[in-house]
């Protein structure tokens, strides 16, 4: 026995209505081919008789190869049904197939018989046949009664719980995945923990010996010996600079240059 979901996901009502269609064409494949179908689980959609997800069983020889048709991605291409004149035409949806795990989950789930119950006249089974499946080590519970008999129920129990259990681990990992992504966001721009410097990338907080090199701050210099260094470089350059015009003429003075 298998479970297979059909899952609109977040899509809009268009995307609902393809999984309530595909669910007809569904029991129509699986009569043809001699599988047995049954509605464990459904999520009512915006608009009536339509479907957010289903979730059916199929039991038969031919079941895992008509689960695997419908497991992945799913496409309907059609004008919008629900809104006239919209542009879209693809409307995506998914299945989603669930296997009963290699090893007995038996000792992990603890099975209570119980008196089917809820609406269905005379096509409600009056034995014991439904089951209350709890796991033990999640508390995970669920309640089957769609089936005739009391085996076949636990039967599908157990793949309701793998689905739970399933759906639980894919919520931790989207909560997981939406905090590393929020983090990205949250960067303080100030009060940092720890600096770094320069392309060595030398840290500021690291005592020596320690694999990295502490920086090393100078006072600043006063404005007048700064001054005083400024005159003195000025200096040396004039002392040591050689000379490029011609010599200094003198002029001498005789008894005829004199006044009279």
């Not at 005739?148 to 129920?153: A, I």
Request: proline letters at 6%; a positive charge.
């Amino acid at each position: 026995m298998l479970l297979l979901q059909l899952s609109s996901a977040q899509g809009p009502a268009e995307c609902e209505l393809a999984v309530t269609k595909a669910l007809r064409l569904l029991y129509r494949e699986a009569e043809a081919q001699g599988v047995r179908t049954s509605l464990v689980e459904q999520v009512p959609g915006q608009t009536r008789d339509t479907h957010k997800s289903v979730l059916i069983s199929l039991d038969g020889e031919q079941a895992a190869r008509l689960a695997e048709r419908w497991t992945g991605t799913l496409l309907w291409t059609c004008k919008s049904p629900c809104r006239p004149g919209h542009k879209r035409k693809n409307w995506y949806f998914a299945g989603q197939l669930f296997k009963a795990p290699q090893d007995s989950m038996d000792g992990e789930i603890r099975f209570e018989a119980m008196r089917a119950s809820g609406p269905g006249g005379q096509h409600v089974n009056t034995t014991d046949s439904a089951v209350r499946a709890t796991h033990l080590a999640t508390g995970i519970s669920v309640k089957v009664q769609s089936e005739r008999s009391q085996h076949d129920n636990k039967r599908v129990a157990r793949l309701l719980i793998l689905q739970r259990l399933a759906d639980r681990q894919q919520q931790s990992e989207e909560a997981l995945r939406l905090q590393r992504r929020d983090a990205h966001h949250r960067v303080e721009r100030g009060n940092p923990v720890r600096s770094f410097n320069g392309n060595a990338f030398i840290a500021q907080d690291c005592p020596p010996g320690h694999g990295s090199r502490p920086s090393r701050r100078l006072p600043a210099p006063e404005v007048g010996e700064l001054r005083l260094r400024k005159q003195g470089t000025a200096r040396k350059k004039s002392s040591t600079r050689s000379p490029t015009g011609p010599p200094p003429t003198t002029r001498t003075v005789d008894g005829n240059d004199q006044d009279n």
